[in-house]
Each structure stands twice: as structure tokens, then as C-alpha cells.
């Protein structure tokens, strides 16, 4: 059991209170999941200016500042830092910046990169996590959120969602995948590489590959949907795209809500209760194998 809340705003007017809805509907989630967490936020131009390239990185335990230098020396331009919990994120004007940090860090673990969203994650209560991160202060325009319940790997910062290996790509789960370790092997044998055993991060690589190979969020899920077996609800969301997806049989639980200002969706209809207009929403629970999917 796992919890998933992803919000997309529609009208700018909200996306000063992405943080604090986002927030609100992490939180509700809580006792779906109480050893992990994470989130990506979209479009917050304190923690990924406009302009510029971030990378979200775990297990950092030297100085920030420290970093920031060896990788500005390494990219030829400055690169500033700033530790939210216990996840460093770095920033630069230029798009070369993962590959700068992979050459000064090799086995860094990183979270989350691209040019609009920040990837933060950290084992312990969802409710200390999103107040070390000051998550409640986040601006932007989309946000996903995910309380985990381990059952497939360790209880690590590593294993946390959301899984974001593409530039601008997130993807959190519920449920869980049974053929993953030969979806893994063959990726592997692509040249995908892995960070963890997660069985979710299998799911995003996967996800991932195909975008890469030129095929959009919608037909990716669907080939996901025949390529995994399991039970899985999956939020899927890029700089542009929001999308849920849930396995053959729907075991796992989901609710999504729609008006004219936002589309979001959760696990449960309590994370959505206390956001704006929820009142005149049109709510429903997604059928399963059918993609739903927004776009900016």
C-alpha cells in the first residue's frame, strides 16, 4: 500500500499555491505510506530558475558549496547549490549540467534533472519530509507527490518515488510489477542503466525508453500495459503532460477530479477534498488499461 497525489494546475492564478495544495494532498496520504517520500514539482524558479538546468541529487554528504564548485570547474560556468532535506539540488545555465556532475560524481545518485522540475525525496514521515523540504512555499505549474509503503526493496532515499530518469519525467506507482526482473534485463542489455532494484524504477526506464524513441506519454503507457504484469495505478508526468494509467484488473486504488482550473488525482478522494472548487469537480475512477492524459 502506497499513497499517489499529482496535481495539474490550469489557471496561473493557483501556481503560487502549488506548495501548499501539494502540500495538503501529500499529507492526507500519510498512512498509505509512512517509511519514505518524495515529490516533483514543475516550474518553482527558486529551486529550478528559468533558463536554467537543475539536478536533484541523494546521499550527498559533502558540503553543498564545496560541490558546487568542483562541478562549476568541471562544466566551465558557475553552479550554485542549495540542500532541501536531505536532497542537494543543483543549478546552471547550461544543459550540459548532469553530464558535469556525473563527471566530478560518478556514482552520485540523482533524483531528477531537466529544465523545469525538482525531484526531492528522503526516507521518514511524509509530513517532516515536506516540512524539511519548505515544500508548502513551492510555486509552479504541476506537481506529483507519492507516500511510500516498501515491499520490493530497501526502505532507501534510492527507492523512493517519484523515479525521474528522463529530462523533465517523472513516474510514481502503486501496486507492484512481478515480471520486472526480466523487463530490467533486457533494458540492461539496451544499455538502460539502473540505480536501484526497485521494482518502479524498471517502470519509469521503461517509460523513458520510449519516449526516447520517439513515441509519446500515451502510446508509452500503453505498451507498458502489455509489456508488465501486476497491479499498478501509475502517475506519469513530463513539463507539458500529466497522465494515470491502471493495470487489467483496477486492484489498485484511484480517484481523479477535473475543473476548469486544475486536474489532479490520488489514491484516495480525501487528498482532493480540500482544493479549490472541489465541490463543482467531475470526479471519477479510471478504468482500467485506459490512459488519461492532460497536456499544457
Known amino acids: 500500500m502506497c499513497g499517489i497525489v499529482g496535481l495539474h494546475l490550469r489557471d496561473a492564478a493557483l501556481y503560487p499555491r502549488l506548495g501548499e495544495l501539494l502540500t495538503g494532498m501529500l499529507c492526507e496520504m500519510e498512512d498509505r505510506g509512512q517509511d519514505s517520500a518524495g515529490v516533483a514539482v514543475y516550474g518553482d524558479r527558486e529551486w529550478s530558475p528559468e ?22 570547474v568541471s562544466l566551465g560556468s558557475p553552479v550554485a547549490g ?48 515536506a516540512a524539511s523540504w519548505g515544500l508548502a512555499k513551492a510555486q509552479g505549474w504541476q506537481g506529483v507527490g507519492h507516500t511510500r509503503m516498501a515491499t520490493e526493496s530497501a526502505v532507501t532515499p534510492s527507492g523512493a518515488h517519484p523515479y525521474a530518469v528522463g529530462p523533465d519525467q517523472c513516474l510514481v506507482h ?10 530490467r534485463r533486457d533494458l540492461r542489455a539496451a544499455g538502460v542503466r539502473f540505480d536501484s532494484e526497485n521494482d518502479t524504477e524498471v517502470g519509469a526506464r521503461f517509460v523513458a525508453h520510449q519516449l526516447e524513441q520517439g513515441r509519446d506519454v500515451e502510446t508509452a503507457l500503453k505498451e507498458l500495459c502489455s509489456t508488465f504484469d501486476g497491479f499498478y495505478t501509475l502517475l506519469v ?22 475543473t476548469d482550473a486544475w486536474v489532479a488525482m490520488a489514491s484516495e478522494y480525501r487528498a482532493l477534498s480540500d482544493l479549490p472548487g472541489v465541490e463543482h469537480a467531475r470526479i471519477w475512477e479510471p478504468e482500467p488499461e485506459v490512459v488519461y492524459a492532460w497536456t499544457r
Open 51 to 72: 533558463g536554467h538546468s537543475s539536478v536533484s541529487l541523494l546521499e550527498v554528504a559533502e558540503d553543498v558549496a564545496g560541490l558546487a564548485d568542483a562541478v562549476s
Open 82 to 129: 542549495q540542500r532541501l532535506g536531505d536532497t542537494t539540488v543543483l543549478t546552471a545555465a547550461s544543459g550540459d549540467l548532469l553530464e558535469a556532475v556525473r563527471a566530478v560524481r560518478p556514482d552520485v545518485l540523482v533524483a531528477g534533472f531537466g529544465s523545469d522540475v525538482t525531484v526531492l525525496k528522503g526516507v521518514g514521515h511524509p509530513r517532516a519530509l
Open 174 to 183: 502503486n501496486g507492484s510489477f512481478a515480471n520486472h526482473a526480466t523487463i
Open 237 to 258: 508526468s513530463n513539463s507539458d503532460s500529466f497522465a494515470v494509467v491502471r493495470d487489467a484488473i483496477a486492484c489498485k486504488p484511484a480517484v481523479i477530479a477535473e
